[in-house]
């Protein structure tokens, strides 16, 4: 197959834009995996006061920690837990252009840490709400976008992640169930907000 010269250059810049984004990608979500284990080193030296700072259901004037609480665990094995499944589904999540990876991140913190308020009964904290939410926006943009790319992405996360739809269903009492399914409903909310429109 040949390419005439502006091809060659369209293909060119197409893929030096790709690497940029993906490169942009990455620093983000290892600059805020690190931030959250900097910070659980900090809530381990203070005997975890910063707990306090998560998701306290129904309680109005801690209404604002539900943007505190995705980026907060209880313990170093609850994070070492998330850290995987945050850099793959994060960086997955962000590549496309890190504008709808914030704003799909908010759509996330905000209806999954409302749902988690209004529906839990338990001090709730982290990067579950996100990761739960990343899945579904993957699954979303695969739905609603309709790029061969998207729904790529899509079935592999399914085929890798599917089972963390169990996690969805009450079932273990110390893990907050609410934030796994109203972090994936965010998800799902973000990737319909955030979907192309037919002239782009």
Same mark, same amino acid.
């Given at each position: 197959?040949?390419?005439?010269? !502006? @091809?060659?250059?369209?293909?060119?810049?197409?893929? $030096?834009? @790709?690497?940029?984004?993906?490169?942009?990608?990455?620093?983000?979500?290892?600059?805020?995996?690190?931030?959250?284990?900097?910070?659980?080193?900090?809530?381990?030296?203070?005997?975890?006061?910063?707990? @306090?700072?998560?998701?306290?259901?129904?309680?109005?004037?801690?209404?604002?920690?539900?943007?505190?609480?995705?980026?907060?665990?209880?313990?170093?094995?609850?994070?070492?837990?998330?850290?995987?499944?945050?850099?793959?589904?994060?960086?997955?999540?962000?590549?496309?252009?890190?504008?709808?990876?914030?704003? $799909?991140?908010?759509?996330?913190?905000?209806?999954?840490?409302?749902?988690?308020?209004?529906?839990?009964?338990?001090?709730?904290?982290?990067?579950?709400?996100?990761?739960?939410?990343?899945?579904?926006?993957?699954?979303?943009?695969?739905?609603?976008?309709?790029?061969?790319?998207?729904?790529?992405?899509?079935?592999?996360?399914?085929?890798?992640?599917?089972?963390?739809?169990? =996690?969805?269903?009450?079932?273990?009492?110390?893990?907050?169930? @609410?934030?796994?399914?109203?972090?994936?409903? =965010?998800? !799902?909310?973000?990737?319909?907000?955030?979907?192309?429109?037919?002239?782009?």
């Amino acid at each position: 197959m040949s390419y005439s010269p !502006v @091809q060659r250059e369209s293909r060119g810049e197409g893929l $030096a834009t @790709q690497g940029t984004r993906a490169l942009a990608a990455a620093t983000l979500i290892l600059f805020v995996t690190a931030g959250m284990w900097v910070l659980e080193g900090i809530d381990y030296l203070a005997d975890g006061r910063l707990d @306090q700072y998560g998701i306290h259901p129904h309680d109005v004037a801690d209404l604002p920690d539900i943007f505190t609480a995705p980026f907060l665990h209880v313990g170093f094995a609850h994070l070492m837990a998330n850290t995987v499944p945050f850099l793959i589904l994060g960086f997955l999540a962000a590549v496309r252009g890190l504008a709808k990876f914030l704003a $799909a991140s908010l759509v996330i913190i905000v209806v999954g840490g409302l749902g988690v308020w209004f529906t839990s009964s338990a001090l709730t904290l982290g990067s579950s709400i996100l990761i739960f939410g990343f899945f579904g926006y993957l699954i979303g943009r695969g739905l609603f976008e309709r790029r061969l790319a998207d729904i790529a992405i899509a079935v592999a996360v399914v085929a890798v992640y599917g089972t963390m739809l169990v =996690g969805v269903v009450p079932s273990d009492p110390s893990i907050s169930w @609410q934030g796994h399914l109203f972090g994936l409903l =965010g998800g !799902v909310l973000a990737a319909w907000m955030l979907r192309r429109s037919r002239t782009e």
